[in-house]
């Protein structure tokens, strides 16, 4: 089924700010969205049709998890310039980056996945071949970890009621 070139179009910003979720440098953030663009219709054979932003965001996400076992560095770390925060306080930024590095790589891509992209629960699990109840442990956590690094509370545990 072919790849509707408009609908890709419109998915850039989206992937961009992503990519930039995944990798702390700008430029090789926009390298990952170009390759990643170039692999969808290099491949659009294989586009079964369906959800084209969860297809193009797998890729993506592919092509994160080979460039970071590749590479094997520290965690990412967002450049506080490329940030479009409308928060006032840069030191607030600065924490929540920093909490934002600290989580394993599957709770913040799960997080920002669902949190920032606005993707269902249902559809990160396919995306990264999981069960719902995985993507829903993950984000769990990570914002568990967030609200304990950041000084807040963190939820109480789920608990089975006998």
């Known amino acids: 089924m072919a790849v509707d070139r ?5 998915l850039i ?3 961009r700010r992503y990519a930039r979720g995944l990798e702390s440098d700008g430029a090789a953030a926009d390298d ?3 390759d ?9 054979a294989q586009f079964r ?3 084209l932003a969860a297809w193009v965001f797998t890729i993506l996400s592919n092509l994160g998890r080979s460039r970071y076992r590749s590479q094997r560095r520290a965690p990412m770390m967002l450049p506080l310039e490329d940030v479009r925060d409308e928060a006032s306080d840069p030191a607030m930024r600065v924490a929540i980056f920093k909490a934002l590095e600290s989580l394993p790589d599957d709770q913040r891509k799960a997080l920002l996945l669902t949190a920032v ?3 269902s629960y249902r559809e990160v699990a396919d995306m990264f071949g999981v ?3 995985t993507v829903m442990s993950r984000i769990w956590r990570a914002r568990a ?5 950041l000084g807040g509370t963190s939820p109480v545990p789920f608990r089975r009621v006998k």
């Open 6 to 10: 408009r609908e890709l179009a419109r």
């Open 13 to 15: 910003p989206a992937l």
């Open 32 to 34: 990952m969205v170009q």
């Open 36 to 44: 990643c663009l170039t692999l969808a219709l290099d491949r659009e």
């Open 49 to 51: 049709g369906g959800n």
């Open 117 to 119: 992209e606005g993707f």
């Open 131 to 133: 069960p719902i109840g």
């Open 145 to 149: 970890a967030l609200a304990e690094s």
